[in-house]
């Protein structure tokens, strides 16, 4: 069975810190990673990796994909109040695999509380 | 405008009654799924469909029925609920099958079976 692990589950920073998320995953027939953010509505994408070792960055969020520690983390920094938020990853399994047309399965997601 | 509508946005119904929550999509996409998303759980697909009267079961499907008739909608049908489907829904539609990088969500249907 697919299965994703997200850490921290719950994360409170001050504004301007830096943080780092954690998604660690088991796939069969991986394709790619994909980060969300939700806020009080439907995720909204932040990322997605396919190739091991190459960053995407947007503004102040970066991501990046290990495939050899089945791992990836997303990092923000000059944390602010409007990062905060619930953030979710998601592996992609190729057509065909378990967990869906697409293997689309989910981590439990971070909850991340910026303070000012 | 591009979206994935639901409707209803709330509901609290009783164990039993049956409910559809409807689920529309104006980009012509192939595939759409639903989530149920609970505190702790994440979201998790009850069902998808890859194209008309093409469905199939997600991770957590007990309780819950779709149809793909048209390919704009996708209903998700609970003919008796019970309280542990209380949660959090979202449909959501993407071009074909392993495109989720350009999934679009619908707002989410607050379900409170009592």
């Known amino acids: 069975e697919d299965k994703v692990v997200q850490s921290p589950l719950s994360l409170v920073v001050h504004e301007g810190d830096t943080v780092t998320l954690n998604c660690s995953y088991e796939?069969?027939?991986?394709?790619?990673l994909l980060w969300y953010k939700q806020e009080k509505k439907a995720p909204t994408f932040l990322f997605m990796l396919?190739?091991?070792?190459i960053e995407k960055k947007s503004g102040r969020l970066s991501s990046i994909l290990d495939k050899k520690e089945l791992s990836s983390i997303l990092n923000i920094t000059a944390t602010q109040t409007g990062d905060s938020a619930i953030y979710l990853c998601a592996v992609e399994a190729e057509v065909g695999a378990g967990g869906g047309a697409d293997g689309l399965t989910f981590g439990k997601g971070t909850h991340l509380i910026i303070q000012p | 405008e591009a979206q994935v509508t639901q409707n209803p946005r709330y509901l609290i119904t009783v164990t039993g009654k049956k409910l559809t929550v409807t689920c529309s999509q104006n980009?012509?996409?192939?595939?759409m799924s639903w989530y149920r998303q609970d505190p702790g759980l994440g979201l998790r697909q009850i069902y998808y469909?890859?194209?008309?009267?093409?469905?199939d079961k997600g991770d957590v499907p007990e309780g819950y029925k779709v149809s793909r008739k048209e390919k704009r909608n996708f209903p998700l049908i609970l003919e008796s609920p019970s309280p542990n489907q209380t949660s959090l829904y979202f449909c959501?539609?993407?071009?074909?099958?392993?495109?989720?990088?350009?999934?679009?969500f619908g707002p989410g249907t607050r379900l409170t079976v009592l």
């Open positions: 469909s890859m194209n008309v009267e093409v469905t």
């Open positions: 959501a539609s993407e071009p074909s099958s392993g495109r989720a990088y350009e999934q679009f």
């Open positions: 796939v069969t027939n991986f394709r790619s």
């Open positions: 980009m012509n996409h192939e595939y």
């Open positions: 396919t190739s091991s070792g």
